[in-house]
Structures are given as structure tokens and as C-alpha cells.
């Protein structure tokens, strides 16, 4: 049986991944700020094994006291084939110029976008480091972490650190007996709540405001659904890891 962990499980991208890794071969524990009512019916309709746990993760301290319990739950898990830990759980806010940048807002986006994958990723790796099971860690990234956005400046450095954090496992990683496999990896323009936000914005703060109206007026956002079967069958294939920093839209198949 997999034990898999995903942050950010209540709607989008994270919801869509949700509904595909539900399964009676497989332990899934979700994060999410707010309940995902569908998923859980889902799983009392199939009597998959689902540990859903409501936890604002831009909050540093609540983020902690889960780091500590999800690490108690790898620990005590039996039967395990593989461990997988799902950083998906983000935010796109604040959105404006750098100027307008203020510590509240930004450190909750700092929080969430980076300081969180790292906590949970440290519990996910002290925790299994002993159990001799294969382990894999995916951090979902995006585009603007290697390329800059006028607009988005805290989006896209807690991205670039994020790349950068994936690095860091593997060259730490490297030549130990069981080492993580990590990847951070890009999903592409997905027709999600965090393209209403950006298409909301004010075009004063984030100049490529119209682009983003246009991919949705143009039906040329991915679905999530579609995404979400796309990367985790990239998590499942034997190279997974190969690739520390990817992006789905240059994977074949």
C-alpha cells in the first residue's frame, strides 16, 4: 500500500489529484485550509482509506503542529510499499507591484509557498529515513519560478526558492541507501481559482492582466482533471526524479 500525503486537496488542481489517488491500495492523507464534502463522500461510497486534516498552512504555527503529527502517522504506518509527499497547497496573493508589498500578506504567501513544503518535506524525510521504503517528494511549481512576472515578485521568488529547495534534497540526497526522489515540477496554465484571482487583478499592479482573460475567453487553460491524470502518471513512471526541475507541458506522453 502507498502512503501519500497532498497539501492543498479542497478544490483545483489539488482536488482533482484527490479524487485520482483515492483507492483501497493506497493510505491518503489530505491538508487543505477548508472541507472537501465531495471527496469524503467519495470515499465512504468506495471505502478507501482517507485522513483529511483542516489546516491553514500560511500559518507557521499550525503548520508545525501538522509537520509534528504527519511525522507520527509515518512513523507508526505498516505495509508500506512507497511513501509520497504532494506539496501542492499555494497561493498566488499578493499580486501588485513591489512597492505595494506589505509584511502581513507577504509573509503569509512566504509562509505558504515555501516555508511550509520545507517543514513538511523535513517531517516527511526525518520520519521515513529509517523504513528502507522507496520515497518520492513532488513539489508543484510553475513557469513563473523561471520566469519573472511583472505583478507577481512574491509568487515568484517563493517559487524559485521552491526549485531551489528541490535541489538542495537531491544534492543532499545523493549516495545515501534509500535516497528521495524529488522533483519540482511546473503544471502548466490550469483553469483553476487561482486564474479567477489572477484575471481579477488590476492591470496597474499586474500589466499582463489581459493575457490570463484571454487564455479563458480562448477555452486555452488546461482542465484539472486532465492535469491532474498527466502528473501523476509522471509520478508513477520509473524515472521519476530524473528530472529534478520539469515542467508537464515538456513531458511526452
Not at 101 to 122: E, I, K, V, W, Y
Request: glycine fraction near 8%; include cysteine.
Amino acid at each position: 500500500m502507498q502512503f501519500v500525503i497532498l497539501t492543498g486537496a479542497s478544490k483545483g488542481l489539488g482536488a482533482a489529484m484527490a479524487e485520482r489517488l483515492l483507492s483501497a491500495s493506497r493510505h491518503l492523507v489530505c491538508v487543505a485550509r477548508s472541507p472537501n464534502e465531495a471527496l469524503a463522500a467519495q470515499a465512504r461510497a468506495s471505502g478507501a482509506p482517507l485522513d483529511y486534516r483542516q489546516c491553514d498552512l500560511s500559518d507557521a504555527a499550525a503548520a508545525a503542529r501538522l509537520a509534528d503529527s504527519l511525522g507520527q502517522a509515518l512513523r507508526a504506518a505498516s505495509g508500506v510499499s512507497r511513501f509520497v509527499l504532494i506539496n501542492n497547497a499555494g497561493t498566488i496573493e499578493p499580486i501588485g507591484r513591489v512597492e505595494s508589498l506589505q509584511d502581513a500578506p507577504l509573509a503569509r504567501a512566504l509562509q505558504l509557498n515555501l516555508a511550509a513544503p520545507m517543514l513538511l518535506t523535513a517531517a516527511f524525510l526525518a520520519a521515513t529515513a529509517a523504513s528502507g521504503v522507496e520515497r518520492r517528494v513532488l513539489n508543484i511549481s510553475t513557469g513563473a519560478a523561471r520566469y519573472p512576472v511583472a505583478g507577481w515578485s512574491a509568487y515568484c521568488s517563493a517559487k524559485a526558492a521552491l526549485d531551489m529547495f528541490t535541489r538542495c534534497i537531491v544534492a543532499e540526497q545523493a549516495g545515501r541507501p534509500n535516497a528521495v526522489r524529488a522533483c519540482s515540477l511546473a503544471p502548466g496554465v490550469v483553469d483553476t481559482g487561482m486564474q479567477a484571482t489572477i484575471r481579477a487583478a488590476d492591470p496597474a499592479g499586474f500589466p499582463s492582466v489581459e493575457r490570463f482573460r484571454r487564455l479563458k475567453a480562448e477555452r486555452a487553460l488546461g482542465a484539472p482533471g486532465e492535469v491532474a491524470a498527466r502528473i501523476l502518471a509522471y509520478l508513477e513512471r520509473d524515472d521519476f526524479g530524473a528530472r529534478e526541475i520539469d515542467d508537464i507541458r515538456e513531458v511526452a506522453g
